[in-house]
């Protein structure tokens, strides 16, 4: 029944880190950039949020108004950064998103100071139980919308004219620029896109953990989930998020107990700390030595 | 550096490291984090700059080189305490880059931000050897015996340190090996069709790497006194990638002035902000101006503040393009 809850707890949370690694995979493959600055984007998204409500918007308003806002930001972050940048060389490009981070959370700690801030309730309190196991309607509610969100979004990728065009910008930009398709708005698109799921990722993610600086984080526990779902592969990330959201709940819930009561019986270490926070990311190095291109990435070939 | 250039530098260093002797105790910490600052700049862009190799752990192989020095300094082994904190990062930087083997550019970056993340786990896990989160007090460094206790005298040890890694670094960058590095840097494929053997070139740029690293963070283990875990976290690493931006890929007196702007900046704005008795706003201030201006500097003047330099020495001492031609 306790591995049932937790599986239930990391597919919730996972679900969210998908919604984040999406927005980030969506990036890379048009514009070959990795976005480093989506921890922000879900950041100021759940402030954003928080402010409007605080103002007296109903909850969904707010929500929405928050996620468009984060759209535009993402659509002036690859107007005004990232385009000046075209020729760049990778590091430099990979800095400057580090650099959008540093500035996103340096203007929300001067806005909203450095505490944690308890959100506004957006869905309502209490828990339901299904079988014996006890879910609050937040893990619930917030793991349901975001695997809807994810799902509806890999369908628009997949099924709708405008996910057709960005899969072409994202395939083969020449190819794109001569059957007339703009490439360069395809990207602001992708972008926007990408800003406003990490908007509404961080948003959630406030309802679950409490509002904090510390939400940025989310955007670097989404690197170990687009290498294991292959930086080129949408729904790679979204299975590759809800995997590393129940192993997370696992080794918190089973594996650190079991191991803290194995060395405290044999050694005199008392405790092994947070282990869910490297788990992720000893996965990554194992992923990058065995099949670099991830579980569902494909392998790239490079041209001489 | 031409002969004339070496002889230059060495005086200027020379001259600093024995004036520093005649600084206030807050110029002697200015001097010396910037100078330890400059070590590991240097250092990061012979693996960036040079090697074209991305990493994200150098703040994690700072803190390696603190802690050992740290342990081993508190045990009593006086300067080779500072040796040993290179060799241990040398060690762990080689480990690092063993993924480097099969991976390249993008991924090798994201493998290095794991390894970071993982350090950083094992500085707060590993209480034998780091005390854990409260952190590792460190002795002073002993110098055949003789204690430093003095910030002045730290400044001139960094001094000499750095002067000895940048023309180390510049003899290295001339040697066959350096040569290599540049092409593994420019094209992979190339590198392999000359004969090059990329894996152990690029292993060779992590070792050396790694151990000039090693020794920055000695030096910082023993002049702050204390390593933490909380001081050796990803923003670290974060800083030492803008040091090398802002100064200039790939040019080693970049990396110097890329230090002292990167370390001085929020002292300058802290001082600025004394007056207000508002610390997280001037937090706040500092981190804004950080991130504004490695924005700024990668859109505007993307090869660093040396570039700029160098082209506006070119502005005032040469007129006329007359006047080159004729000289040549």
């Known amino acids: ?304 | 550096m031409r002969g004339r250039d070496v002889l230059i530098v060495i005086l200027v260093a020379l001259i600093c490291a024995a004036g520093s002797f005649a600084l206030s105790r807050f110029m002697a910490f200015l001097v010396y984090s910037v100078a330890i600052a400059a070590i590991g700049a240097l250092a990061l862009n012979l693996l960036i700059g040079y090697c074209g190799q991305i990493s994200f752990s150098q703040g994690a192989l700072l803190g390696v080189g603190a802690y050992a020095a740290g342990n081993l300094g508190n045990a009593g082994f006086d300067i080779f305490a500072v040796l040993g904190g290179g060799i241990a990062a040398a060690a762990i930087s080689a480990l690092i880059g063993l993924p480097a083997m099969r991976l390249r550019g993008l991924y090798f970056a994201i493998a290095t931000l794991a390894a970071q993340a993982i350090l950083e786990y094992l500085f707060k896990t590993v209480e034998p050897i780091t005390k854990g989160i409260s952190g590792l007090t460190i002795s002073p460094l002993t110098l055949f015996g003789v204690r430093i206790g003095s910030d002045q005298a730290y400044a001139s040890i960094a001094i000499i340190v750095l002067l000895l890694t940048w023309l180390f670094l510049s003899w290295l960058i001339r040697t066959n090996l350096g040569r290599a590095f540049l092409v593994v840097r420019e094209s992979e494929l190339v590198a392999k069709g000359m004969g090059i053997n990329v894996g152990r070139t690029k292993m060779w740029a992590f070792v050396i790497s790694g151990f000039i690293v090693g020794i920055a963070g000695a030096l910082i283990g023993f002049t702050s006194r204390l390593a933490n875990p909380e001081a050796f976290a990803l923003h670290l690493s974060i800083d030492y990638i803008a040091m090398i931006i802002v100064g200039g890929l790939g040019s080693w007196i970049g990396s110097l002035i890329g230090a002292a702007f990167v370390v001085l900046l929020p002292e300058a704005i802290e001082r600025l902000g004394e007056g207000l008795h508002m610390a997280d706003l001037v937090f706040a201030m500092r981190e804004m101006a950080f991130g504004l201006l490695i924005i700024v500097f990668l859109i505007f003047e993307p090869r660093g503040l040396a570039a700029l330099g160098r082209s506006l020495v070119q502005r005032f001492t040469r007129p006329s393009k007359v006047g080159e031609k004729l000289a040549t």
Not at chain 1, 122 to 141: D, K
Not at chain 1, 158 to 185: D, E, P, Y
């Open chain 1, 1 to 304: 029944m306790y591995l049932v809850q937790l599986l239930s707890a990391g597919i919730a949370t996972g679900s969210i880190y998908a919604l984040i690694a999406i927005g980030i995979v969506l990036i890379y493959k048009c514009s070959g950039v990795v976005n480093f600055a989506q921890g922000a984007y879900a950041m100021f998204g759940a402030y954003v949020t928080y402010a409007l409500s605080k103002l007296g918007l109903p909850a969904v308003v707010a929500v929405l108004v928050s996620v468009v806002t984060m759209a535009a930001l993402g659509v002036a972050t690859e107007k005004f950064v990232l385009r000046p940048m075209l020729r760049a060389p990778v590091v430099a490009v990979m800095m400057a998103t580090l650099g959008i981070l540093i500035f996103a959370k340096a203007i929300c700690l001067a806005i909203w100071g450095p505490d944690q801030i308890a959100f506004p309730k957006i869905f309502p309190e209490g828990s339901i139980e299904v079988g014996g196991i006890f879910m609050t309607y937040n893990y619930v509610a917030a793991g349901i919308l975001s695997a809807i969100l994810c799902a509806a979004f890999l369908g628009f990728y997949q099924f709708t004219s405008l996910g057709l065009m960005q899969r072409c910008a994202a395939n083969n930009s020449k190819a794109a620029l001569a059957i007339g398709i703009h490439v360069s708005n395809q990207i602001s698109i992708a972008w926007g896109m990408s800003a406003a799921l990490a908007g509404l990722g961080g948003t959630l993610l406030a309802t679950l953990n409490g509002l904090s600086l510390g939400l940025e984080t989310i955007g670097l526990v989404a690197f170990p989930v687009i290498v294991l779902g292959g930086l080129t592969s949408l729904g790679g990330a979204f299975i590759a998020g809800i995997l590393l959201g129940v192993l997370e709940a696992l080794t918190d819930g089973l594996l650190t107990p079991a191991l803290e009561e194995f060395l405290r019986a044999y050694t005199n270490i008392y405790s092994i700390g947070a282990l869910q926070q490297v788990v992720p990311y000893a996965l990554l190095v194992l992923m990058l030595l065995v099949r670099p291109q991830g579980i569902f990435g494909q392998r790239g070939t490079e041209r001489i």
